[in-house]
């Protein structure tokens, strides 16, 4: 068996298909830009998405809130993260090394407190981005 990660001609470079196991590089996977200040990529499975997500110091996700779960680890930098609901929030800010974990529809937004590398994991994966429906992003 061979240590060599499937090419793009053989398994799609952002989906592992039912019942086969998929070996990716994400220098592999497509990023795309979101804005001039965040950009992402992702890999879904049948039951959960990882997503690599960039954002310069300054970037924001706009408040927001989506049935999946959502487990981030920041890699690089800080996200000052808002948490619950209007009049109701916290804020925590989560740095390299650091992971948060936010239920299901709980709303919340963030912001780059520097340049920062991002991994979300989403359980189930998050559908209106695989069907780029997430204009909030743009």
């Known amino acids: 068996?061979?240590?060599?990660?499937?090419?793009?001609?053989?398994?799609?470079p952002s989906h592992a298909l039912p019942s086969?196991?998929?070996h990716l590089r994400w220098s592999d996977v497509a990023v795309e830009p979101l804005n001039p200040l965040l950009s992402r990529q992702f890999i879904t499975g049948e039951q959960a998405m990882l997503?690599?997500?960039?954002?310069?110091?300054?970037a924001t996700v706009p408040r927001h809130h989506h049935p999946n779960?959502?487990?981030s680890w920041i890699t690089e930098g800080a996200l000052r993260f808002t948490l619950g609901d209007?009049?109701?929030?916290?804020?925590?800010?989560?740095?390299?090394?650091?992971?948060?974990v936010i239920p299901g529809n709980l709303p919340h937004a963030a912001e780059a407190l520097e340049d920062t590398v991002d991994f979300d994991i989403f359980a189930p994966?998050?559908?209106?981005?695989?069907?780029k429906d997430d204009a909030y992003l743009r």
């Open 1 to 12: 068996m061979s240590n060599t990660p499937a090419s793009p001609s053989q398994a799609s």
């Open 51 to 58: 997503a690599r997500i960039d954002l310069k110091r300054g």
């Open 86 to 100: 209007e009049g109701k929030e916290r804020e925590i800010v989560v740095r390299a090394g650091e992971v948060l």
């Open 125 to 131: 994966p998050r559908q209106d981005w695989i069907s």
């Open 69 to 71: 779960e959502q487990i």
């Open 20 to 22: 086969q196991a998929a």
